[in-house]
Each structure stands twice: as structure tokens, then as C-alpha cells.
């Protein structure tokens, strides 16, 4: 199993563009500025489908489509810049910490949340490592918690 881990520290705009590019290229991709813009909304947004990037870039990139957007994306999470979620409406979702994480999906919002719960996470990491299954080696574990909000 392997858990890769990016942490970006941002101390300006002008840092942040550079970070933004050295990321990108130290990938294997070619920086232009539409990766830029949809890395960008990436880390603003933690979670998103490719509308949501859209929607989010659209003032600064208008002639950004979303299936060039669904196509950066793709290559991004490829590359190991961001982890692929699919979404309980089976609209895919990306997430800008690709460490492996439990995660809350809200059916009232349809929005992506971390969730840090060490307890949980430890069991499940026994679970794997102590626990075979029959022709398979498991590489890792996905675990969205489906919520409701309570009513106030």
C-alpha cells in the first residue's frame, strides 16, 4: 500500500504560483495555465467534481470546458496529485490530500468532508494488515461515511 503525502506551504501569491508549478511539473506534466487554474481551485476547494472547478474558474478561464477540466483532473490524479472519489451519485469527485484518509459525504449538501477519527482509522489499518483475503492483496481502503444534517 502506498500512502504519498504533499504538504504546501504558502507564504505569498508569488510563492504559491511557483509552488503551484513546481508541483505540476515535477509530475511529469507540462505547466500551462489551465492546470494551474484547476490546481488552484483544487486546493480552494478540497473536494470537487469538474462542474465545481468550472464554476469556480469560469471568470478567469471562461472558454474552459468541463471535459478539458475532467481531463486535467484525470491526469492529475494519475500522476498522484489528487485521489479520485466517486460520488453516491455516480458523479466523480476529486480530493486535493491524496494521504489515505476516511472521508463524510453529506446527501443534504452533496458535498465531501475529511473526517480524522485516529481510533477508526487504526482499526482499519489492522483489519487490512491482519486480514487476508483468498487471491487478492488488498492495496487500499475507501471508507465514506454517508451523513444527513440534523434537524435544528
Known amino acids: 500500500m502506498q500512502i504519498r503525502i504533499i504538504i504546501i506551504y504558502f507564504a505569498s501569491e508569488n510563492e504559491t504560483m511557483k509552488d503551484i508549478k513546481d508541483i ?4 511529469g506534466l507540462k505547466v500551462t495555465p489551465q ?13 470537487a467534481s469538474a462542474d465545481m472547478v468550472v464554476a469556480l474558474v469560469a471568470e478567469t478561464h471562461p472558454t474552459l470546458t468541463v471535459a478539458t477540466v475532467y481531463n486535467i483532473l484525470d491526469s492529475f490524479e494519475q500522476k498522484g496529485l489528487l485521489a479520485r472519489l466517486a460520488g453516491p451519485d455516480t458523479k466523480m469527485y476529486f480530493d486535493i490530500s491524496t494521504h489515505q484518509h476516511c472521508h ?15 481510533e477508526l482509522e487504526q482499526m482499519l489499518n489492522k483489519y487490512v494488515t491482519n486480514t487476508k483475503i483468498k487471491g487478492y492483496k488488498t492495496t487500499s481502503i475507501d471508507l465514506n461515511i454517508r451523513v444527513e444534517l440534523e434537524e435544528q
Not at 505540476?24 to 509530475?27: A, E, G, L, Q
Not at 492546470?35 to 473536494?47: F, K, S
Not at 458535498?111 to 480524522?116: E, F, N, R
Open 24 to 27: 505540476i511539473r515535477d509530475s
Open 35 to 47: 492546470r494551474i487554474a484547476v490546481y488552484q481551485a483544487m486546493l480552494q476547494l478540497g473536494h
Open 104 to 118: 463524510l459525504y453529506c446527501n443534504d449538501t452533496q458535498s465531501y468532508m475529511d473526517y480524522k477519527d485516529p
